[in-house]
């Protein structure tokens, strides 16, 4: 699949006379069809399953699974916690993170700056919420939002 950069479909838009050919003819860059595949591609990358995922990142399991499946598109802290469980690097969360229309990590926002802290030192779930708690911010993967 050839997905292009934002910069390609960015210059694409500005030449487009028709919005549907562009989404027609773009269709395997855009975020929804594409964000799926990512998160089952990254299970397959890491050869971990949907249960491993569920138990790591402290999320509900028919939530889980019905983001895998395209049924719910998850929040920026449910992709957080996923991450976790899936055991992402920070240059995987980041790809995540934008593939699902989110903001990336940024250092100088103090909640992601912790989680950056954590994910760079592989801590878990249980980890990084501590010391999220430690800091007066909600813990990841406590409640589907």
Do not use: W
Request: proline share 2%; net charge negative.
């Amino acid at each position: 699949m050839n997905i292009k950069t934002t910069e390609e479909l960015n210059n694409e838009i500005k030449a487009a006379t028709d919005i549907e050919d562009y989404l027609i003819t773009n269709q395997n860059s855009l975020l929804t069809p594409y964000f799926m595949e990512h998160l089952n591609d990254l299970l397959q990358q890491k050869n971990i399953t949907k249960a491993d995922v569920v138990r790591d990142s402290l999320l509900d399991r028919v939530y889980v699974y019905q983001i895998f499946s395209g049924k719910r598109m998850p929040s920026r802290n449910v992709l957080i916690a996923m991450a976790f469980g899936m055991h992402l690097s920070v240059a995987e969360i980041q790809k995540m993170l934008k593939f699902s229309g989110n903001r990336e990590l940024y250092a100088r926002d103090k909640r992601d700056a912790l989680i950056l802290f954590a994910l760079h030192r592989q801590k878990n779930i249980h980890e990084v919420n501590e010391l999220l708690f430690d800091h007066n911010f909600t813990p990841l993967g406590s409640s589907i939002e």
